[in-house]
């Protein structure tokens, strides 16, 4: 009997193998007039003989398209797209036969229309391994007031109060903008992202797993803003203005012109942003034996008033000239500067012997002055060699300089003692060039082979100065212990190659090598310090990704890549920050760079929905720790812990559409994150399970109005010693367009329920401690955007090719 059923199986297995085997491929590749390819044509394969849908696809970045599956029998091949005329072809297909149709000219529509009514859309989500896109400009909701509201809505992104970004789970995403990094970091990146109208940008990519030709650098991935592209010749101006009202108020400007005539197109965007941030901080601090960890009698309790004014602008200007219809010359500058007024009270009660009455308290007003310009220019080339090979080459350039004006005046009283009082005045200034070169050439071999190669080098110089004073009996004498010179080089050259094979009509690979050599060298100079230290260390990194598709609706893939974190300058800056006279922050010139492996499993079901399985290991994680030093001072400095071991579980369901009128996005993720690290005397461990649930909502509502309804839930998370208590969040927002499309009004609600309220816990050897944050998250807002076009639509012929190097300018 068991015989019997095994070789009814085999032989229903080989039968199958059999139809699959006989089935073919239809493939081509859809030019215009110039030989160029049409992206996005449609292709459809019909009956011959009643013309039903049997099956379809669309032309890629290349032009070309692929049918596959086709059973033999008699097909009608129907290709079209908007201003061209349709094109049918009858064809015939037999046993297991691959049919190419080369290149098929799309001839111009001489019809023209009065009124074309558009009903339908790119759909808001896509899904590809190791990478998501979010369409902004398809969603129902684009008329979002910023880029930094936007990006606070994407499914898997976490953007803390200090700029921090999480990815999936992780710390560490690069933001890019144009394949071009955006350079900042912590309140910087915030201030820059909240300048940016969401309605310039076409869509969002969050890319898990990046390719060789990215930089080697972020732990977790890469956040890729591509902003829109002119496709009208003529005059295109936008314009748009947001207020928004919690407990402070924010605000941004933006005016954006386009000249578009024949080859040659410039640009031109300007911003202004202001607003004050509203924090209020609570925080216990427990000072612990470090042989035992045991708690002392010593306890540290901080109630915290922070008021953060700022104001901003940024402008940027380029053209792009085509030089013929393979050469593209491109130019750009902008600058951008910030002042930013900082006034934070911080009072600090300290309690022995676990008394219900504080024994001392220190009130300290700390009021730092900042301020910051940032110059970022270049230029770049491509060429189109070949009809399936481009060369391009870009030189970009960044001079920043901030200068940093410190106050701190603190009061220290006790029961038997008389008031003492400091008045410490820091001024700080520094200087970061930096130069970047790079150069890339893509060439297709064959229909099954396609290569791309580059070289890149990045020279970066900076220099900073501390001058700290004490007031003592009216005159101003210099603080030699907190008083320095800080000099550091870096120089990193950098090449990849990577092979892209498509071995069958179902099998493809992603093969990547980058290899980045990196020399460093800083000088610190103080009175009672000078040292200098030079490393030097090249690391491969690797990158693979092979994809199957088990049928129409099926893909699987299997990704991996080594990355590295590099420590940002003002990590390893070791200039003294002075919060009060018991708490410091200083930076650590000693830092090793992390080294990450990632590898992820990816099953796409309809190229809608995905789940994916993920491991990363991170060898030397860079994480803030807590020291206590002789004086119960308390000194923040970035270290190296041991390891960090991530693993979990991804779900995105999207586009799901339970009613015509709604559009609904569901995504998710159950992370397990160790980290581990060595004290005096024994190891320790922070580590957590962590469920993330993301849901979006889009409603048609009636009248032409537009309704979103979004809401996040995050659990527990660890980052080094830190541990964070779970976030939720509800946010609703409603849309109105007029005008012919042309003016956007859009009121929002952020945080109804005010829930965003971060609480953090920290325990090592030293110190246990846990605050509480109150941030000004709850407002509503209010943005219109008006867009005015002028000219005849034309298609674009360059797509901007330019990609910079990420840098950790921690600003």
């Known amino acids: 009997m068991m015989s019997t059923i095994k070789i009814y199986f085999l032989t229903m297995l080989f039968i199958q193998t059999i139809s699959i085997s006989a089935q073919s491929v239809i493939s081509g590749r859809i030019t215009d007039g110039e030989s160029l390819p049409m992206v996005g044509a449609t292709i459809l394969l019909l009956n011959h003989t009643d013309s039903a849908y049997i099956a379809g696809t669309t032309s890629d970045l290349d032009g070309r398209f692929e049918v596959i599956n086709i059973k033999p029998g008699h097909y009608i091949l129907s290709l079209s797209t908007i201003g061209y005329k349709k094109i049918k072809m009858p064809l015939q297909t037999e046993l297991n036969v691959n049919i190419e149709l080369g290149d098929i000219l799309f001839e111009k529509d001489t019809y023209m229309l009065s009124t074309i009514n558009v009903t339908g859309k790119r759909p808001p989500v896509k899904v590809a391994p190791g990478k998501m896109t979010i369409n902004l400009s398809s969603a129902l909701l684009n008329t979002d007031s910023n880029i930094l509201d936007a990006l606070r809505k994407l499914p898997g992104v976490i953007i803390q109060n200090d700029g921090t970004i999480i990815l999936n789970g992780k710390s560490g995403a690069n933001v890019l903008i144009d394949d071009k990094v955006t350079y900042l970091s912590g309140e910087n990146l915030i201030n820059y992202l909240r300048s940016i109208p969401s309605h310039s940008v076409e869509n969002i990519e969050l890319i898990s797993q990046p390719s060789s030709r990215y930089d080697a650098s972020s732990s977790s991935g890469i956040i890729n803003i591509r902003k829109k592209r002119v496709k009208e010749q003529g005059i295109n101006l936008a314009v748009s203005s947001g207020l928004e009202k919690g407990k402070c108020i924010r605000g941004n400007e933006t005016l954006s012109l386009n000249f578009h005539h024949n080859k040659l197109n410039i640009y031109a965007d300007y911003s202004y942003y202001f607003g004050k941030d509203c924090i209020e901080m609570s925080i216990s601090g427990h000072y612990l034996d470090p042989i035992t960890s045991k708690p002392l009698e010593l306890r540290k309790d901080i109630e915290g008033d922070i008021n953060r004014q700022y104001k901003g602008h940024y402008i940027k200007v380029g053209a792009d000239y085509d030089l013929s219809d393979r050469l593209t010359i491109g130019t750009y500058l902008s600058s951008s500067w910030l002042d930013r007024n900082k006034k934070e009270v911080n ?21 730092p002055v900042n301020s910051y310009t940032n110059i970022i220019g270049g230029a770049n080339i491509i060429y189109k060699f070949a009809e399936k090979g481009k060369w391009d080459a870009s030189f970009d350039y960044q001079l920043f300089k901030q200068e940093d004006d410190l106050l701190l005046n603190s009061a220290f009283q006790t029961h038997i003692k008389p008031l003492i009082e400091d008045t410490l005045s820091g001024k700080t200034n520094g200087d970061i060039k930096i130069y970047s070169g790079q150069t890339n050439l893509s060439y297709a071999i064959s229909e099954k082979f396609g290569i791309t190669a580059g070289l890149k080098s990045v020279f970066v110089n900076i220099g900073s100065n501390a001058l700290y004073r004490n007031l003592i009996a009216g005159n101003w004498q210099k603080d030699n212990n907190l008083s320095s010179h800080f ?9 990849y190659f990577q092979l892209n094979s498509k071995w069958s009509s179902r099998f493809s690979t992603e093969i990547g090598l980058r290899l980045e050599n990196t020399y460093t060298k800083n000088n610190y100079n103080s009175t009672t310090q000078d040292t200098t230290f030079t490393k030097r260390y090249t690391y491969l990194f690797p990158t693979l990704m092979a994809q199957y598709q088990l049928s129409e609706n099926h893909d699987v893939s299997v990704m991996y890549g080594r990355r590295i974190v590099r420590p940002n300058y003002r990590n390893m800056n070791p200039f003294v920050e002075v919060k009060d006279q ?19 499993v990816s099953w796409l079901f309809k190229k809608r929905y995905s789940f994916n399985a993920f491991y990363s290991h991170r060898k030397n994680p860079i994480s803030f720790s807590f020291l206590v030093e002789d004086n119960n001072r308390v000194l923040i400095m970035p270290l190296n812990l041991s390891s960090n071991h991530s693993l979990g579980l991804r779900v995105g369901l999207n586009n799901l559409k339970p009613f015509k009128w709604w559009t609904a996005h569901i995504n998710g993720s159950l992370t397990y994150k160790q980290f581990d690290w060595r004290t005096p005397g024994k190891t320790s461990r922070n580590e957590v399970t962590t469920p993330v ?35 939720w969040t509800i946010s609703l927002g409603i849309r109105k367009n007029l005008l012919n499309d042309k003016f956007s009004l859009y009121i929002y609600a952020h945080d109804i329920f005010h829930s965003n309220r971060p609480r953090v816990s920290m325990e090592n050897n030293y110190l246990y401690y846990t605050s509480r944050e109150k941030n000004d998250s709850r407002m509503i807002g209010i943005s219109f955007s008006y867009r005015f076009n002028r000219g005849k639509e034309i298609r674009k012929s360059q797509n901007d090719n330019r990609i910079e190097e990420s840098k950790r300018i921690g600003l």
């Open 347 to 367: 009072v600090s009660d300290f309690y022995n012997n676990n008394n219900i009455q504080s024994d001392s308290t220190l009130t300290a007003l700390n009021a």
């Open 487 to 495: 000099n550091y080089k870096e120089n990193i050259h950098a090449g």
């Open 582 to 600: 018991f708490l410091y922050e200083q930076g650590n010139t000693e830092l090793k760079p992390e080294l990450i492996d990632n590898i992820e």
């Open 693 to 727: 649930l993301h849901i979006s909502n889009q409603f048609e509502l009636p009248h032409g109005w537009g309704g979103e309804a979004l809401g996040f839930y995050s659990g527990e998370m660890v980052e080094g010693q830190i541990r964070i208590k779970s976030l």
